[in-house]
């Protein structure tokens, strides 16, 4: 075909041209359509694993939130009991140490020397007549024969009376 008859048969092709041309339009109408559609499909997708994973955080959230309180609250607890277990040891310690003051004051008291003739003759009378008796210097006796000792020193009678109502402090601190 020469370039004249091309010209010629242009117009004749212009239905043709017109046909592809719609087809051509219908066809990328169509894609549009496809890829808004998939587009849509996508974002839901998209929006519902967002939703997914916003509560799977705020769960983990509140469960290590939940965590960290509980582990703070036992911490507490325990630096609690740490500091009332203090104050109890230290209630304790200045209860024995006024007790055994107030038992060697004994020995100052104008009484004393009857009270200690009343020890001398309990410590003789446990061990016998040759027992070997010691005045203390804090007040009191210590009684010996062969392998017995009687301890009637005031300290030891504070010692052993201090022991005796240690049972009776636990209902103090309950």
């Not at 104008?110 to 009378?125: H, T």
């Amino acid at each position: 075909m020469s370039a004249v008859n091309v010209k010629q048969a242009l117009p004749a092709l212009d239905p043709v041209r017109r046909e592809l041309l719609g087809r051509a339009a219908a066809d990328a109408d169509r894609q549009i359509a496809d890829a808004r559609q998939e587009a849509q499909r996508i974002l839901s997708g998209a929006r519902d694993q967002a939703a997914r994973l916003t509560e799977t955080a705020a769960a983990a959230g509140q469960a290590a939130a939940a965590v960290v309180a509980s582990q703070r609250r036992t911490a507490l607890e325990r630096a609690l009991r740490g500091e009332v277990l203090a104050a109890q040891r230290d209630i304790y310690q200045q209860w024995r140490r006024r007790g055994a003051e107030a038992v060697l004051r004994l020995h100052d008291d104008p009484d004393y020397p009857r009270w200690a003739a009343a020890l001398r003759a309990a410590a003789a009378k446990t061990l016998g007549a040759d027992a070997a008796i010691s005045e203390q210097p804090e007040g009191g006796v210590v009684a010996e024969t062969g392998d017995r000792r009687a301890d009637l020193s005031l300290a030891g009678i504070a010692e052993r009376a201090l022991d005796a109502t240690v049972p009776q402090l636990g209902e103090l601190w309950s």
